[in-house]
């Protein structure tokens, strides 16, 4: 399992993720082929504050979702609703045993590209082949490494000012540390009022992301079980992203 960034693990940042990240117009894709394929029972994977389980969930879905970050799960368990999904902490490999039989798996955001290893990869495919039903489908998202996404990853490109209940307002910025392909590495930094916190006003997340190749995803794929029905292109970010899907053998 690989470990969570302080983004999703530390309780001051977890509570500020839906906030900078609230623009989830991506996610209607993922509503769209659980509507397409007929799904009812739906794993996602890297939950994290639950926005999508909670969107299938509302959508009369019986849905699972697991996370590493304890922290990240406690904001989505605290939101409305939460109690129509089945919580998890834990990588992938925490769904074993369970008997999910699903009908669809999901990684949304950079799910997919925080396992940096080979290993760590062939693990969590290996997860949600168990976790789904033959015939079911793994639907997921990962970055066009040739469109160079990371040009973007700097303060002058991503930087929010958000007002936080019981916080105030909050500065968010990006910093690209190291482009070193297939790893690039990144950090994200947030301005507290002052006062706010004891230690500081300035609490920093670090993230290594890695990009693959397209042949190499589907690859991966093939050596875990799935079939490649088709590569689809992110509506939120035309050109930028695939998006696969495939199919459990």
Same mark, same amino acid.
């Given at each position: 399992?690989?470990?969570?960034?302080?983004?999703?693990?530390?309780?001051?940042?977890?509570?500020?993720?839906?906030?900078?990240?609230?623009?989830?117009?991506?996610?209607?894709?993922?509503?769209?082929?659980?509507?397409?394929?007929?799904?009812?029972?739906?794993?996602?994977?890297?939950?994290?504050?639950?926005?999508?389980?909670?969107?299938?969930?509302?959508?009369?879905?019986?849905?699972?979702?697991?996370?590493?970050?304890?922290?990240?799960?406690?904001?989505?368990?605290?939101?409305?609703?939460?109690?129509?999904?089945?919580?998890?902490?834990?990588?992938?490999?925490?769904?074993?045993?369970?008997?999910?039989?699903?009908?669809?798996?999901?990684?949304?955001?950079?799910?997919?590209?925080?396992?940096?290893?080979?290993?760590?990869?062939?693990? #969590?495919?290996?997860? +949600?082949?168990?976790? /789904?039903? &033959?015939?079911? =489908?793994?639907?997921? %998202?990962?970055?066009?490494? *040739? !469109?160079?996404?990371?040009?973007?990853?700097?303060?002058?490109?991503?930087?929010?000012?958000?007002?936080?209940?019981?916080?105030?307002?909050?500065?968010?910025?990006?910093?690209?540390?190291?482009?070193?392909?297939?790893?690039?590495?990144?950090?994200?930094?947030?301005?507290?009022?002052?006062?706010?916190?004891?230690?500081?006003?300035?609490?920093?997340?670090?993230?290594?992301?890695?990009?693959?190749?397209?042949?190499?995803?589907?690859?991966?794929?093939?050596? #875990?079980?799935?079939? +490649?029905?088709?590569? /689809?292109? &992110?509506?939120? =970010?035309?050109?930028? %992203?695939?998006?696969?899907? *495939? !199919?459990?053998?």
């Amino acid at each position: 399992m690989t470990t969570p960034d302080p983004i999703f693990v530390d309780p001051r940042l977890a509570r500020l993720y839906d906030a900078f990240d609230d623009d989830r117009g991506d996610l209607d894709l993922y509503v769209g082929i659980a509507e397409r394929f007929g799904a009812l029972n739906v794993l996602d994977v890297g939950c994290g504050t639950g926005v999508l389980a909670l969107l299938l969930a509302g959508h009369g879905l019986h849905v699972t979702g697991v996370d590493p970050a304890q922290a990240s799960l406690e904001v989505a368990r605290a939101k409305p609703g939460a109690e129509a999904v089945t919580w998890i902490e834990g990588g992938a490999e925490a769904v074993a045993d369970r008997g999910l039989d699903a009908d669809l798996a999901t990684m949304t955001g950079n799910v997919a590209q925080v396992f940096r290893t080979d290993a760590e990869w062939a693990q #969590a495919l290996a997860a +949600v082949h168990d976790a /789904l039903r &033959a015939g079911g =489908r793994f639907v997921f %998202e990962t970055r066009v490494p *040739a !469109r160079q996404a990371w040009l973007g990853w700097t303060r002058e490109h991503r930087s929010a000012h958000r007002e936080i209940a019981g916080v105030g307002p909050v500065e968010m910025w990006t910093d690209l540390l190291e482009v070193a392909l297939p790893f690039v590495t990144f950090q994200q930094s947030y301005r507290f009022p002052p006062g706010v916190l004891p230690d500081g006003d300035v609490v920093t997340s670090v993230s290594t992301l890695r990009f693959r190749e397209r042949d190499e995803i589907e690859a991966s794929l093939s050596a #875990a079980g799935f079939e +490649v029905d088709e590569v /689809l292109d &992110a509506p939120d =970010r035309p050109g930028l %992203e695939w998006v696969f899907v *495939a !199919r459990r053998r």
